[in-house]
């Protein structure tokens, strides 16, 4: 059974497939894609042994030629090295503007090939095959393409939609426990940010998406691609509604940048601690029910994810370095930074009348 979730954006829309046996078909929903029957799927190592082989089986069934570059694991990897290293890779395989570059992997691999395709002979057309439950419900959506630079998080990229999504849930079978709960973090987000009846649904069903059960993985991911379908159909370059997306994403890229990509803390990772400390100062800000925060952050901490900075060895970072990171974030307008608060589960809100001073103050009191 598969589940089809469209992203309305005229032009360009696109369907994206859930399901536990959507890679078999891959090469039957990527072949009308294609004016030639070839395609460059760019992985990493990782996801190479582990499905790549289905992939190149089920395009070979259909016709479909496949060239492939296998690049290295992990954060590090959305680079410019990388990038100059895949858009050659592209000019020397002769990809042209009627082609379709694959991105088969999780986020760093989506985010790194949709940048590529943006860029390689101003705009190839590609397709999003994401195999993390992070990059399922979140970064394979929407057309956010980026590379990562020392100053931060994604601050070098271009809006890209992808022609095609395919979700296939059963490559989730093959991912580490704490990969699963970083992708976990993602879900949790579209219930606090705009559903609080999916939040709910999660404190019930959140345990079985996270051990692997078929049914409930596939809800969990089709709702959630679905609520972010709908924000980006309303506002599909970050004007305004979209931002709503960034739910706990200003606390937890600071973070992220100031580890310097290492692998003590994984984005989901960060995504969990930095919504809790939207909540919490939403709270300080008179703007949140107290027991909403705690409530939030008892979920997360029961599945297994960090909701403090020193839950993954990251609680002695001065203040100051955190805000310098925040200052270099996209959402800066008019040296001014835009967060996402909540006033309660599934109400959150865009704001850029924070003030300085008191996030100031409450990130000292989480560094003690």
């Known amino acids: 059974m598969t589940a089809i979730v469209h992203v309305a954006l005229g032009a360009r829309s696109y369907d994206i497939h859930i399901g536990t046996d ?3 078909q891959a090469g039957q929903f990527i072949a009308p894609q294609l004016r030639r029957p070839r395609i460059a799927v760019v992985t990493d190592e990782n996801v190479a042994k582990a499905q790549l082989p289905a992939l190149t089986d089920a395009c070979a069934a259909a016709g479909i030629e496949t060239v492939c570059l296998t690049l290295p694991a992990g954060e590090a990897t959305k680079d410019f090295a990388q990038l100059e290293r895949m858009t050659r890779w592209l000019i020397t395989e002769r990809v042209g503007r009627d082609d379709m570059i694959v991105a088969l992997g999780g986020g760093v691999i989506g985010d790194l090939t949709g940048f590529a395709a943006a860029i390689l002979r101003r705009g190839t057309g590609f397709i999003q095959i994401p195999t993390t439950l992070l ?3 979140d970064s394979s959506v929407g057309g956010k ?5 020392p100053e931060g998080k994604n601050l070098v990229g271009a809006f890209h939609q992808p022609s095609l999504v395919l979700a296939d849930t059963s ?20 219930g606090l940010l705009g559903d609080r009846t999916f939040f709910e649904w999660l404190e019930v069903h959140g345990r079985q998406v996270i051990a692997g059960d078929p049914a409930a993985r596939e809800e969990a991911v089709a709702r959630s691609c679905q609520a972010k379908a709908d924000i980006v159909a309303a506002d599909e370059r970050e004007n305004d509604q979209r931002a709503l997306l960034n739910l706990g994403h200003t606390f937890g890229h600071a973070l992220e940048a100031e580890g ?18 939207a909540l919490e ?7 949140c029910p107290g027991q909403d925060a705690e409530r939030a952050r008892r979920h997360l901490q029961a599945v297994g994810l960090p909701t403090r900075p020193a839950d993954r060895g990251l609680g002695d970072i001065p203040v100051s370095r955190l805000l310098d990171h925040m200052a270099q974030d996209k959402k800066v307008r008019d040296g001014r930074l835009t967060f996402v608060l909540a006033r309660g589960i599934g109400d959150a809100f865009v704001t850029r009348d924070v003030d300085a001073a008191r996030l100031q103050s409450f990130l000292e009191t989480e560094s003690n």
């Open 135 to 137: 990059a399922q419900v």
């Open 281 to 287: 100062f939403s709270v300080g800000e008179g703007l």
């Open 22 to 24: 959507v890679l078999a």
């Open 260 to 277: 310097g990509y290492d692998g003590r803390l994984l984005h989901g990772e960060a995504v969990s601690i930095g919504m809790v400390q």
């Open 145 to 149: 393409t980026a590379i990562n630079t």
């Open 171 to 190: 490559t989730l079978d093959s991912l580490p426990e704490r990969e699963v709960l970083a992708g976990y973090a993602e879900v949790v987000k579209y």
